[in-house]
């Protein structure tokens, strides 16, 4: 398929247009995106890339020896087959799972983060089979934001949480109002490229510029200096990392000291103020959390820590609390601290003042408030109980049967049998990827959805080849975004990929619920009678929508009403009695009698200072494994913006030149990464940036097990994390840090075998 019109289409880094070119695409982002994201480059010349997977894949130990555990996992060959083949063979190997052992024994992982698209959406399209079938274990929440999405209700309450998550006070609202925004964690903007979904309109960076310019001040509490951008005007705080709730403390003391604090607000919008404020006093463990005592613990002077909480107790101040403080051990403690902090300032509820969560995470946080709901596949329902938080996958794995806390209960480990995964890469996400390997040797069988193949696709027992975005029509919109797409298919798809749908159709049929799963509708059906059910709802609610031929035509349908002026809690603000939240309260909880009562040493009843289990000892530099700038996750890393950003092949770790001249290391040499998790080489690349003491390694380089070197040889940071979650509240993901040693490479560097397909070898159907 060659076209001379380029066509517009959608990644959850924003929308592009493409035309084919050859064995390439030209891309160019959208014309209505002001500022686009670099990471389209990255789709140019991956598309059809060695790494692509051409035909269904079957492990040959699986086609030899059937079903069952097995070590070769992840270092077997692979033999292509037909796709009748692939899918007759798997077809009766769920049926046998579930006849034997039961729906819960299929455990549905898609994450979440395959292409995007309101119809294939590749976790939508899984849950929908697996549900036809008669259900699955699921996970819950995110690695992104998998502790706070617990705590916040016990704080909040459920309503106050999902304003929060939902997006928070809008970006035009702090642009006009807010004074100084304290960002814990920073406020990195190249996150804000990605949203689930994609953003046709990227704009964060000039509401930034638009505030500064206006006077507003940032200061950036973070161990990495572009935290902060460069275009916007502010301060660095280089903290030690994991210890941003000792300086939160430190700033409550101050303000309860010098009676800088809003006792009026407290006492009207809060529950449990005195209870925690006796511990930040000392009266509970005989230690005040004073700017002297936190000043050793996060490395800011006690001086400054007290002029800051002057400062913030002076103007309008919004507290921002990144994603990322989350991702760490006790991640719980320092949501729950910032809320704490914003609350003795007393502005929560005002205009560009109060708390704000994930700004420099994501796109869709203070964007546009959608009034109404989006096109969607419907998933209907699973009747099997069972669940793990995301991030427990080896656990589950490894410990079938044994007991879990979570979230005030009790929960146990089912026996997984069978793995779907369709959609994401628990290779990249997970932590401690050589238990993460031992992990997935343990089921009967696993079965991935993959355009590519990953270090996900290399541990499965059947890989189907499936469509990227541009081989595939569709609908794009991402929460808050201003416009809905048409996704036009601008190429034919590479070997013999098919679409999520299509493969789960087939499926179907040969396990009797075909008609349940398709409704009689082909993809292209699909997308027009999600849009037009959708068209229906919208002239319920008043608002005309273009019937779908319109729409396609045109490529953009601007959406109506979208609202920019939320501020968080402003109902609550306004009237707390007609506007409770809905905690056991109806107010802000700084103490949470239920927390506490579930009797967790590692999240009590209120935000507290719990020292990390593991802290530096000689020669150990703390690694931060941040989001890559480079690319979305590990997604197209062999794209060409991900590879320019590489240092001989490998994924780069930035040192400060002290700590490298210390061991002998200097730009571009490459190094071994090690602690006793695992190890991994990367590309040193010096910088003042970081902290003294600090190392920064970002995560999404593809894992390559293949040189008895090192557990990676391509530099992924998840090899060094350790597979343990934040608390028994949440169990969320703490792959944020880890303790390393850095030294010089001295022997041969190994060669990369990352985007290399494995070994295949092709079978013909009447071999099969």
């Given at each position: ?606 935000p507290r200072w719990l020292p990390p289990r593991d802290l530096p000892g000689t020669g ?90 090192v557990t990676c040889a391509h530099g992924n940071p998840n090899v060094l994390t350790t597979d343990r979650g934040t608390s ?41």
């Open positions: 398929m060659t076209l001379d019109q380029p066509l517009p289409n959608s990644t959850h880094w924003g929308a592009f247009t493409a035309v084919e070119d050859g064995d390439r695409l030209r891309v160019e982002p959208h014309p209505l995106d002001p500022e686009p994201s670099p990471l389209l480059a990255n789709l140019s010349d991956s598309i059809r890339h060695p790494a692509r997977v051409a035909r269904p894949s079957i492990r040959r130990g699986w086609l030899e020896r059937g079903p069952g555990p097995d070590d070769r996992r992840g270092d077997d060959e692979f033999v292509e087959v037909d796709w009748d083949t692939a899918l007759d063979l798997l077809g009766g190997e769920l049926d046998r799972v579930r006849t034997e052992h039961g729906n819960s024994a299929i455990y549905g992982g898609s994450y979440g983060w395959a292409s995007a698209g309101r119809f294939h959406h590749a976790q939508s399209q899984l849950r929908r089979f697996l549900n036809c079938i008669g259900g699955y274990t699921r996970s819950v929440n995110t690695y992104s934001h998998g502790a706070s999405v617990v705590v916040l209700p016990h704080i909040l309450g459920g309503s106050g949480a999902r304003e929060v998550m939902a997006g928070g006070t809008s970006w035009p609202v702090i642009a006009r109002n807010t004074d100084l925004l304290v960002a814990f964690g920073g406020i990195r903007t190249t996150n804000t490229w990605v949203a689930p979904g994609g953003h046709t309109r990227h704009t964060i960076l000039s509401h930034l510029e638009e505030a500064t310019a206006r006077g507003m001040r940032v200061v950036s509490v973070s161990p990495l200096r572009d935290d902060l951008p460069e275009q916007v005007s502010g301060e660095w705080y280089p903290i030690v990392p994991g210890s941003d709730v000792a300086a939160m403390l430190a700033l409550t003391w101050t303000l309860d000291d010098e009676n800088l604090a809003d006792r009026a607000f407290l006492d009207r919008y809060t529950a449990g103020a005195e209870q925690w404020l006796r511990y930040v006093r000392g009266e509970v463990d005989g230690q005040p959390k004073s700017p002297e005592w936190a000043a050793p613990l996060c490395g800011i002077e006690a001086g400054q820590l007290r002029a800051l909480a002057r400062r913030m107790a002076s103007r309008r101040t919004l507290i921002h609390v990144s994603w990322s403080l989350q991702r760490t051990e006790y991640g719980e403690q320092p949501v729950w601290a910032g809320i704490a902090l914003a609350a003795m300032l007393g502005q929560l509820g005002l205009p560009g003042g109060g708390f704000g969560h994930g700004y420099s995470s994501m796109a869709d946080v203070g964007s546009a408030v959608t009034p109404y709901p989006l096109p969607s596949l419907p998933q209907g329902h699973n009747p099997v109980p069972d669940f793990i938080p995301v991030a427990r996958v080896s656990d589950m794995l490894l410990h079938p049967g044994e007991e879990f806390d979570y979230d005030g209960g009790r929960y146990t480990y089912p026996h997984t049998r069978l793995v779907y995964w369709s959609g994401g890469n628990p290779f990249h996400h997970h932590q401690d990827l050589r238990r993460l390997r031992r992990a997935f040797r343990t089921p009967d069988t696993v079965v991935v959805h993959e355009p590519y193949w990953t270090g996900t696709a290399r541990h499965a027992d059947f890989v189907l080849p499936v469509t990227t975005t541009v081989e595939r029509d569709d609908l794009g919109v991402g929460r808050g975004d201003s416009h809905l797409l048409a996704m036009k298919q601008v190429t034919a798809p590479v070997g013999e990929a098919r679409s999520d749908y299509d493969i789960f159709a087939g499926l179907a049929q040969r396990l009797r619920v075909g008609e349940k799963f398709t409704e009689g509708r082909s993809a292209a059906d699909w997308i027009v009678h999600l849009y037009s059910r959708w068209r229906e709802r919208m002239a319920s609610r008043r608002r005309e929508i273009p019937d779908f031929a319109t729409f396609w035509s045109a490529g953009t349908l601007e959406l109506p009403d979208l609202r920019l002026d939320r501020v968080l809690l402003a109902d609550f603000r306004a009237d707390p009695d007609a506007h409770p939240l809905d905690t056991p309260s109806g107010r802000i909880e700084l103490y949470s009698e239920r927390v506490a009562g579930f009797g967790y040493d590692d999240c009590p009843g209120y150990q530099l703390h690694l931060i494994a941040n989001q890559p700038a480079a690319r979305l996750h590990s997604q197209l890393d062999m794209g060409a913006h991900s590879q320019a950003s590489k240092v001989h092949g490998r994924e780069p770790l930035r040192l400060h030149p002290d700590d490298a001249r210390a061991r002998g290391i200097q730009e571009g040499d490459i190094v071994r990464v090690f602690n006793a998790t695992g190890s991994c080489l990367a590309g040193v690349r010096l910088s003042r940036d970081v902290r003294p003491g600090v190392a920064q390694l970002s995560t999404g380089a593809w894992f390559d097990p293949s040189s008895e070197l028994r509240l949440a169990q969320g993901c703490a792959g944020q840090h880890a303790l390393v040693e850095v030294e010089l490479l001295t022997a041969p560097v190994p060669p990369l075998r990352a985007h290399e397909p494995p070994r295949l070898t092709s079978r013909r159907p009447s071999q099969a």
